[in-house]
C-alpha cells in the first residue's frame, strides 16, 4: 500500500475561508464590563458578527449539486451531509429539544405555569461565564470561541442556546431533589438499570437524594445528574421513533423524531457559521464517494435496500447497545466517524460490498491475508519519529486559512533541506509543529498500526477520503532507516523518520476462530478501501 497512491476525482466548492474577525476579545468585556461598556461591546459585537454573516453567507451560498456519472446530487444533500459530518452535536441537541417540547406540553396541561420554566439570562450567563472562565485557566492564551467552534462546530449564539436547552431540559426532568423528579424520568432510570432490577435501582438514587443529617431531600451531586441525564436521554430515544437520512428521509429532512421534522435548511442554518470550507469539502468528497460506490454496488446487485439495511443494522448493533462500549461509542471513539448516522451510511456501503464479494471470503484468502499483513495481527510494531506541519492552529485545532497549502509548501521546504544533507533533528526542530496537548511532540516512538494511526489522527472515516492511510504506508512499506514524505494526512503534512520495525511475533492462523474474524474484518476493509479507489479513478464529477 503505497501512501502516494492517492489520485482521485476530488470534488472542490472554490471557495476558501476569510480569517474574519474574533469575538474572542469581546468576552470578558460581554461577562464582566460596566453597563455602559457592555451596551458599546454589544454593538461592536452586532457590527463584527454582521461582518461575519456576510462571510458565511458568500461561503455558504457557494454550494451547487454535483453530478456523479450522470446521476445529480442536490444541494441539500451536501448541506445534510454538512450537518452531520459537523454538527452532530447540533443534532443531538435538537432531539433533545424535541423531548424537551413534549414534557414541556405535559408539563403545562398537568397545570404547571410556563414562566416556570423560563431561563433568565442571568442564568444563562452565569453558567457560561463560569465554563469560559475554567476554560482561560486551564488553557491560557487560547481563544474560547474559536476552541468551541474547531471542537464541535458551534458558534457563540450556538454554543448560548445549547446552554439554554440544557438547563431547561434539567428544569422538566430533574427539578431539584429526586422525590420530585417526574413520572418520565422515574421510569426511564428504572428502565436504564442494569441487571434489571429498576425499582431497587430508583429506591438507591432517592436513597442518595436524602441528607442522612437532617432527613431533608437535597440535588444529586453533579456526576450522579450527568448520569441520570445521559440515562433519560438514552431512554427516550429508545421509546422514540427516531429517523436519519439513512432510514430513506428525504434531503429536505435531517431528521425526524416522533411527529416532529428537522428540516435541512433549517439545520444547516443553525451550523454554517460554525462551518470552515475545510467542512464543506468534506462534505462534497463524503456524498460523492458514497454515490459512486452505491452506484457500482447497485450494478452488481448487492446494495442493501432499506429493509434489508436497517434489518441487517439493527442485528449488528444489537451486540453492543446492552453494553457501556453501544455503537455509537465505537463508531464515533473508536472508528472516528463524526456521527452514528455518517457511520450508517458507510457501514451500509461495506456490508453491501462484502455481500458482492462473498465468494472470496474463505479460508485461503483469508490465511493469505494474515500472512501478509502478520505484524497486525501479531504485535508487530514500528518505531518512528515525525515533522508535523499543520494545517491548523496548533492552539485551538481551528482550520487556518489556506492552512494545508500553506503547511505543504513548507515540508516541501523542510524535506528538500533533509536531502540536501541537513540533520533530520534540526528540521524538526525548525518546522516541527504540534498541538499543545500532544504528550509525543512527533517523538512516536515504537508503536502499533492503532496506536500509530491514532497518533496521526487517522480512522476508518478518514481512509475512505484520503483514498490511503499514512499510517499503513509506515507500518507496514517505508523502509527502516529511511526518511519520507511528505505525506498528507487528514490535517497536516508529515516527514518521518522510520527508524526500525518489529515483526510479527507469531504466525497466526484463521483455524482459531475468534483470529479468523479479526483476519476477515481486515480483509473486507482493505479490499473495500482498494475497490473504493478504482472506482473513483473512472468516475466522472462534474
Not at 503505497?2 to 472542490?12: G, I, K, M, T, Y
Not at 466548492?13 to 468576552?27: F, N
Not at 476462530?513 to 479479526?518: D, I, N
Request: aromatic share 10%; with cysteine; hydrophobic share 40%.
Amino acid at each position: 500500500m503505497s501512501a502516494h497512491h492517492c489520485a482521485r476525482p476530488r470534488a472542490r466548492t472554490g471557495i476558501r475561508r476569510s480569517a474574519g474577525l474574533t469575538l474572542a476579545a469581546l468576552v470578558p468585556v460581554l461577562l464582566s464590563a460596566s453597563p455602559r461598556a457592555q451596551e458599546d461591546a454589544t454593538q461592536l459585537l452586532r457590527e463584527v458578527q454582521g461582518r461575519q454573516r456576510e462571510l458565511v453567507d458568500a461561503r455558504v451560498g457557494l454550494i451547487r449539486p454535483v453530478s456523479i456519472n450522470g446521476v445529480q446530487l442536490s444541494a441539500d444533500q451536501i448541506r445534510r451531509e454538512a450537518v452531520f459530518l459537523v454538527g452532530a452535536k447540533t443534532v443531538e441537541a435538537k432531539i433533545a429539544e424535541f423531548f424537551v417540547l413534549e414534557q414541556l406540553e405535559v408539563a403545562i396541561e398537568e397545570g404547571r405555569d410556563k414562566a416556570d420554566f423560563e431561563i433568565s439570562e442571568d442564568e444563562l450567563l452565569e453558567g457560561v461565564r463560569s465554563i469560559v472562565q475554567d476554560f482561560q485557566l486551564k488553557n491560557p492564551g487560547i481563544e474560547f470561541w474559536e476552541a468551541i467552534r474547531a471542537q464541535f462546530g458551534l458558534d457563540k449564539d450556538q454554543f448560548l442556546e445549547q446552554r439554554r436547552q440544557t438547563l431547561l431540559f434539567d428544569k422538566l426532568f430533574f427539578p431539584g431533589p429526586a422525590t420530585e423528579w417526574p413520572e418520565v424520568t422515574r421510569e426511564a432510570i428504572m428502565a436504564s438499570a442494569q441487571g434489571g432490577d429498576g425499582k431497587a435501582f430508583w429506591d438507591n438514587l432517592v436513597k442518595a437524594s436524602i441528607d442522612e443529617a437532617t432527613g431533608k431531600a437535597r440535588e444529586l451531586p453533579a456526576f450522579w445528574m450527568q448520569l441520570c441525564r445521559g440515562w433519560v436521554q438514552k431512554q427516550l430515544k429508545s421509546w422514540s421513533d427516531i429517523r436519519y437520512p439513512s432510514d430513506g428521509l428525504d434531503a429536505q429532512f435531517c431528521l425526524a423524531v416522533n411527529d416532529r421534522t428537522l428540516e435541512t435548511a433549517a439545520a444547516f442554518d443553525e451550523i454554517k457559521a460554525g462551518v470552515y470550507v475545510q467542512d464543506l469539502e468534506r462534505a462534497v468528497t463524503e456524498v460523492v464517494v458514497r454515490e459512486a460506490l452505491r452506484q457500482e454496488l447497485v450494478k452488481a446487485g448487492a446494495y442493501l435496500s432499506d429493509e434489508e439495511f436497517r434489518k441487517e443494522f439493527d442485528e449488528y448493533r444489537a451486540q453492543f447497545d446492552g453494553t457501556p462500549f453501544n455503537t455509537e461509542v465505537i463508531a464515533t471513539a473508536f472508528k472516528g466517524y463524526p456521527s452514528l448516522e455518517a457511520f450508517r451510511q458507510r457501514w451500509r456501503l461495506i456490508r453491501s460490498f462484502e455481500r458482492m464479494i462473498e465468494k472470496d471470503i474463505n479460508d485461503d484468502n483469508l490465511q493469505a491475508h494474515a500472512d501478509q499483513y502478520g505484524s497486525f495481527f501479531a504485535d508487530g510494531q514500528v518505531n518512528v519519529d515525525v515533522i508535523q506541519i499543520l494545517g491548523r492552529s496548533q492552539q485551538t485545532g481551528a482550520w487556518i486559512p489556506g492552512g494545508m497549502d500553506g503547511a505543504r509548501q513548507r515540508a516541501e521546504k523542510a524535506m528538500a533541506e533533509i536531502e540536501s544533507g541537513r540533520k533530520f533533528d534540526e528540521v524538526k526542530a525548525e518546522y516541527g509543529q504540534y498541538y499543545t496537548t500532544d504528550k509525543e511532540q512527533g517523538r512516536l516512538g515504537s508503536k502499533s498500526l492503532n496506536q500509530l494511526r491514532q497518533l496521526l489522527r487517522e480512522s476508518e472515516f478518514t481512509d475512505l477520503l484520503l483514498g490511503y492511510s499514512v499510517g499503513s504506508y509506515l507500518y507496514y512499506d517505508a523502509q527502516p532507516g529511511s526518511v519520507v514524505g511528505p505525506l498528507r494526512s487528514t490535517d497536516a503534512y508529515y516527514i518521518v523518520r522510520v527508524n526500525s520495525r518489529t515483526p510479527a511475533r507469531t504466525r497466526v492462523s484463521v483455524a482459531d476462530e475468534r483470529t479468523r474474524e479479526l483476519v476477515r474484518q481486515d480483509y473486507v476493509s482493505h479490499r473495500f478501501l482498494d475497490w473504493a479507489n478504482e472506482v473513483m479513478a473512472r468516475a466522472e464529477v462534474k
